[in-house]
């Protein structure tokens, strides 16, 4: 039996997460604590799920816990557009209140209000 990604086995099960509780939800637009870019969130993982090569691909002095949750942002910089996977530790709530400029937004969001995006209902569940 493989144990879950930044969990450990207790008695033969996955044990939750430390950090059990995600700080952004859908919709919400944050800004990487390090690097310059801003995304708005379109999935969260509670846990870390991407790849071990991924995650090692990171620089060991800044490499995130894996235990915390993760976020899929549609990305912005000031060159390209993407999407990005980042830990919750590296995000904050970008408190511009501007709308993000990526070219997948209208297909998952029905609009900006307040400073969040509001996710098609289609997408909702």
Do not use: C
């Not at 879950?4 to 800004?31: E, N, Q, S, W, Y």
């Not at 919750?88 to 969040?116: C, K, M, W, Y």
């Amino acid at each position: 039996m493989s144990a879950v990604p930044g969990h450990t086995l207790i008695d033969g099960a996955p044990a939750a997460p430390t950090v059990a509780h995600a700080r952004f939800t859908i919709g919400d637009v944050v800004r990487h604590r390090m690097l310059d870019f801003r995304g708005v969130v379109f999935d969260v993982d509670p846990v870390f799920a991407n790849t071990e090569e991924w995650y090692q691909s990171i620089p060991e002095s800044i490499r995130p816990r894996k235990d915390q949750p993760f976020y899929h942002l549609l990305a912005e910089n000031a060159e390209s557009t993407y999407v990005a996977y980042v830990s919750q530790q590296n995000l904050v709530h970008d408190e511009s209140e501007e709308p993000v400029d990526h070219p997948a937004i209208s297909g998952l969001f029905t609009g900006f209000s307040d400073g969040r995006y509001l996710l098609k209902r289609e997408h909702r569940h």
